[in-house]
């Protein structure tokens, strides 16, 4: 069973522009959650998509975007990059997702570095 | 506000020893919590979870145990290797919504 892939796996961007990462669940996964993970804040909860609706919204600002599509498959976007958007993004997915104890699965990373 | 907090930033120890990694939570009563293994570079790797409800959980050498009087989880590894280095996070949510401490950086050395 292949696992969460995450594309591209590394990215230098400038600041000002945007960029989209790309998290393809496991088979059957139906729910996708985003982080982000830098070395002061640690991992932080961007957002959830489960059936191409958002569930939950992290305390993140509104440059930070995401989607789902039918094949459950999701995309985050950042717009207007700042320094301190550079950071690991990991994706997570769950089978259903009903179950508040169902195991999270991560994926690689996509690393973003904004010059 | 909900606040969950690993002892320290790097614990070192020899191998074959016991490492013991501390999680604190406040301000909350979480049902559960997990504890995940990171690999620089990598996404975190789901190990164990615990409920309230269970004072003790085992995994091969892995053990982890949840006191909701003291608000803590500790999580142990035994008969530690090199290949245990990594860093350790324990986390709570619901809904796919995870917390996650900073994280506590194990380094067993030979």
């Known amino acids: 069973k292949a696992g969460v892939t995450q594309t591209p796996r590394y990215l230098i961007k400038t600041r000002g522009q945007q960029v989209t990462l790309s998290c393809s669940p496991i088979?059957?996964?139906?729910?996708v959650s985003w982080y982000q993970q830098t070395p002061g804040q640690g991992l932080q909860f961007l957002f959830e998509?489960?059936?191409?609706?958002?569930?939950n919204k992290g305390n993140f600002p509104g440059r930070f975007s995401g989607r789902q599509f039918s094949n459950s498959r999701s995309e985050m976007n950042v717009s207007t990059l700042e320094l301190g958007d550079s950071a690991l993004y990991l994706c997570?997915?769950?089978?259903?997702?009903?179950?508040?104890?169902?195991?999270?699965?991560f994926g690689p990373g996509t690393r973003l570095t904004v010059l | 506000s909900q606040k969950i907090e690993q002892n320290s930033e790097a614990l070192n120890i020899q191998e074959g020893k016991t490492a013991t990694l501390t999680c604190n939570y406040t301000?909350?009563?979480?049902?559960?919590l997990q504890w995940y293994r990171q690999d620089p570079g990598r996404g975190p790797v789901f190990l164990l979870l615990?409920?309230?409800?269970?004072k003790e959980k085992r995994k091969e050498r892995l053990k982890v145990t949840f006191d909701t009087t003291l608000k803590q989880s500790l999580f142990h590894i035994t008969a530690s290797q090199p290949a245990d280095s990594a860093t350790y996070l324990c986390?709570?949510?619901?809904?796919?919504?995870?917390?996650f401490g900073a994280g506590t950086r194990l380094a067993v050395h030979p």
């Open positions: 998509y489960f059936s191409e609706t958002q569930r």
């Open positions: 301000n909350y009563s979480p049902a559960y």
């Open positions: 986390a709570h949510g619901g809904y796919n919504k995870l917390i």
């Open positions: 997570a997915t769950t089978r259903a997702g009903t179950a508040s104890t169902d195991t999270q699965y």
């Open positions: 088979s059957g996964h139906r729910s």
């Open positions: 615990i409920r309230e409800n269970e």
